[in-house]
């Protein structure tokens, strides 16, 4: 018997197909895998993403040191003023060094206040170490120390104000706004100093400046004020160091900017400055503070004194007490030098000083008791009028401490 099996043609199909398709897969997935291969063996992982992340790790270095340095600039600005600041004085005592600080300010800020009756302005016209000689600018013109005493002077009255004072020793008179009353054993100028030939000159508020003139233009930083130590009342005290270096004195002029940046503090952080340079200049009786009248409201205010055929500024000591609640030992011995180069100056410059002025805030002149502001001139003087009045005041004191 013979068998027979009967093929079915559409099964067959389906077989075929199905054998197709896997091996269809088997070649994409062969192709695949030597693509990736290929691929794996081409790549430079150094040269790529290392050089990549190196890149961007230099990037971001250079834009923390940008950061960094700016950070630390501000963070030494402001550890400049908060040490000095902070290290001097503590509680109560500093709050009232503040307000000595802001007396000041109101007075910039309100100086009409001052202008009492009879004193109207006419409208008429008119690293904290001290400068060598060597390295201070601009030097004194070699004839800059030289006067002709005697001379004829006149106060002029064109842009000034009418001198108003409470007290007088002899030739000099005296504003008493402290809390004091004067006798004249107080006024008397009976002191000596042993150190005749070392004065120290300092600025509480640095970048005080005046009018601006054709020949003294100055990049201003404010109301009648100036960074730049060449227009500034720094010029003047370099003006005095140079006249009295003269004159065989050793003049220590020091320009530190103790109101800027900021100017509240400005007598606490002057005060650091006095100490270490009295720390290093032991014998220093004389410390002048030197300023130019806050009278920042009334801009055409300008006391001018002539001597002779020049015109110049005229000066005004400020004598600190004790009357504010400071310790100030020595008040009366800076009040009776005043007393005395203002008397001196009467003798050979008539004028030359307005009438001292005493006040209940210390002002940092407990450091001497040869200590004194000296202002020159006002916001309408010109640099050029009271860097002139300073071969006058040098020539007085050189008078004072020849009889001394």
């Known amino acids: 018997m013979v068998r027979l099996a009967v093929i079915n043609l559409k099964t067959l199909l389906k077989s075929l197909m ?47 040191a940008c950061f960094e340095k700016e950070q630390k600039e501000k963070r030494n600005d402001l550890k400049k ?68 005493a005697p001379v004829t002077t006149t106060v002029i009255q064109a842009n000034n104000k009418k001198d108003i004072f409470t007290d007088t020793y002899q030739t000099v008179q005296i ?39 054709e020949n003294e233009r100055y990049l201003s930083t404010g109301n009648f004020r100036t960074t730049d130590l060449n227009h500034s009342v720094a010029r003047v005290g370099t003006e005095l160091a140079n006249c009295l270096a003269g004159k065989g004195y050793t003049a220590i002029h020091d320009t530190t900017y103790h109101d800027y940046p900021a100017y509240t503090g400005s007598y606490t952080r002057s005060l650091s400055t006095v100490k270490n340079l009295l720390n290093t200049y032991q014998s220093v009786d004389c410390v002048f503070d030197v300023h130019r009248d806050a009278l920042g409201s009334n801009s055409n205010y300008a006391p001018c004194v002539q001597i002779g055929e020049e015109q110049v500024a005229q000066l005004m000591f400020v004598i600190g007490t004790d009357g504010g609640g400071l310790d100030h030992p020595n008040w009366n011995a800076n009040l009776k030098l ?17 009438p001292i002025i005493l006040r209940n805030s210390r002002y940092n002149q407990h450091v001497t008791k040869g200590a004194a502001i000296i202002e020159v001139g006002a916001t309408g003087n010109t640099l050029e009028q009271c860097t002139g009045s300073m071969k006058y005041l040098a020539e007085v004191m050189d008078a004072v401490m020849k009889e001394n």
Request: net charge negative; with cysteine; glycine share 2%.
């Open 338 to 354: 005043a007393v005395k180069v203002q008397q001196k100056a009467n003798e050979m410059y008539p004028g030359l000083f307005k």
């Open 81 to 148: 003023i908060l040490v000095a600041e902070l290290a001097v004085f503590s509680g109560a005592e500093e709050e009232i060094m503040e307000k000595e600080n802001q007396e000041e300010v109101l007075e910039f800020e309100n100086g009409e206040n001052r202008v009492e009756e009879n004193q109207e302005i006419k409208d008429e016209p008119a690293v904290q170490v001290p400068e060598t000689q060597e390295n201070q600018i601009p030097q004194s013109n070699e004839n800059s120390t030289q006067t002709n």
């Open 175 to 213: 504003k008493n706004e402290s809390k004091y009353a004067l006798t004249e054993a107080m006024v008397t100028p009976d002191v000596s100093y042993q150190d005749k030939k070392d004065i120290l000159i300092y600025h509480t508020h640095t970048c005080e400046s005046y009018t601006q003139t």
């Open 18 to 64: 199905r054998v197709i398709v896997i091996v269809l897969v088997l070649a994409m997935v062969v192709k695949f895998s030597k693509l990736t291969y290929q691929g794996a063996k081409n790549f430079d992982l150094g040269s790529v993403s290392l050089k990549n992340s190196l890149e961007m790790m230099k990037d971001n270095v250079r834009i923390s």
